[in-house]
């Protein structure tokens, strides 16, 4: 099925938001966040010394003029507010959202964190996304303890730019791509590890068109043991890009007329690829493509393979690959050694790296990915992330050789 036109769906949203204005609230518009360790997570409260910022919550800053964020009673869900995020052009690539921090600690390790927000689609032509991320990161902590910005904490905590200790151990972004919706309960759960500081919540959209937010709610629950990853089993939802490609991560960078798309001319099997084009416009060298995040729990101790097929035509300047990183807290980042990178142009081959999971790994990221600005397109198809087998055990030292008996007396 044709996606609409971009006059299609802006006389849908208009359609979409007068519709929505004559109707009554819906039946189910108790506030949701009742519970919720959000602050204000139904929008209701506003900041007295701002016309329409919702109090406890936060917007990404992209300074283009397209971008709009708004907070109003026109369309909800539930009680007299909500918020959205409306955007006019996708020339430079990004992803707007609103985003709650929040300061945890102990209390909220080894639990599972569940974000549930009601959104609702008006004529976007792209992704909607709710977020929840788990970081060890002591400087926005700081920051915010002190009611500083970062780079003020940084340096009250004697460190430069390059040593921020920030790190990711539990991620989940669900996405939703329907031009148009009435309002949809989504839901994202992401595994808190110990040593997390830092929840972010974010609410979001990548493309044009408008989407709204209303009656969030996070929530921990009880987790239960992890069940070891099976052994030869692929671990990647959507493998094949077949549908749409939303179980996928995209990395981006803000270069004008970048994209990632979903390609249905070109493929290595099925129907559909995804193809990266027109990134050679940047002035900083960036990593472009397409991942998915694993709890690390599951796969400590496993040596693990990740492959996927490349085609490309006249990539100069840059470079694809595979790459695996594994994040704990003592090992910190560990990543998939060098192996075969791809450049200029290529008809369909198959890159694969392996990598041993250590042992306090929290989170794994599995990515597809082009080392951009450079010039040129790459299509990625048919991705295999799978446990080959156990690590194997490192060979014990030889032992060491005797030493003649010296004959000096002291």
């Not at 089993?233 to 803000?254: C, H, Q, S, T």
């Not at 994040?327 to 392996?354: C, F, Y």
Request: aromatic share 8%; with cysteine.
């Amino acid at each position: 099925m044709p996606k609409p036109t971009r006059v299609v769906l802006v006389a849908a949203l208009l359609l979409a938001t007068a519709v929505a204005a004559l109707a009554p609230h819906p039946a189910e518009a108790a506030k949701a966040g009742a519970h919720s360790l959000l602050q204000n997570p139904d929008f209701e409260r506003g900041l007295a010394t701002h016309p329409w910022m919702p109090t406890g919550w936060d917007t990404s800053m992209a300074d283009l003029p397209t971008v709009f964020f708004g907070r109003d009673s026109f369309i909800v869900h539930g009680g007299k507010w909500a918020v959205n995020i409306a955007n006019m052009s996708a020339a430079f690539p990004m992803a707007h959202n609103w985003s709650q921090t929040l300061l945890v600690g102990p209390e909220t390790w080894g639990k599972t964190a569940v974000l549930k927000v009601w959104v609702r689609n008006n004529g976007i032509d792209g992704r909607a996304y709710v977020m929840v991320q788990a970081y060890r990161d002591t400087v926005t902590r700081m920051a915010r303890i002190w009611n500083v910005d970062r780079d003020e904490a940084l340096k009250r905590l004697g460190l430069a730019k390059v040593d921020d200790p920030l790190l990711d151990l539990g991620w989940k972004r669900t996405q939703f791509d329907e031009p148009l919706t009435d309002w949809v309960q989504r839901e994202a759960r992401a595994y808190v590890p110990p040593g997390t500081n830092v929840l972010f919540v974010r609410c979001g959209l990548t493309g044009t068109g408008q989407v709204l937010f209303d009656d969030a709610s996070l929530t921990l629950e009880k987790s239960a043991p992890p069940a070891p990853a099976p052994k030869g089993v692929n671990l990647f939802a959507e493998p094949g890009f077949e549908e749409r490609a939303l179980a996928w991560d995209e990395a981006i960078p803000p270069y004008e007329g970048a994209k990632i798309v979903i390609d249905t001319t070109v493929a290595h099997s099925g129907r559909c690829s995804i193809k990266l084009a027109d990134f050679h416009d940047g002035l900083v060298e960036a990593r472009m493509g397409v991942g998915q995040p694993f709890e690390g729990r599951r796969l400590r101790g496993q040596r693990v393979r990740l492959s996927a097929w490349f085609k490309g035509d006249s990539l100069v300047g840059g470079t694809a690959l595979v790459k695996i990183y594994a994040q704990g807290l003592k090992t910190h980042v560990l990543q998939s050694p060098a192996a075969e990178l791809m450049s200029g142009t290529w008809d369909w081959h198959q890159l694969a790296i392996e990598l041993d999971i250590p042992n306090d790994a929290e989170l794994v990221w599995a990515n597809c990915l082009v080392l951009a600005p450079a010039v040129g397109t790459v299509w990625i198809d048919d991705a295999s992330f799978e446990v080959v087998g156990p690590v194997k055990p490192a060979p014990a030292a030889p032992p060491a050789a005797k030493q003649p008996a010296s004959s000096t007396k002291h």
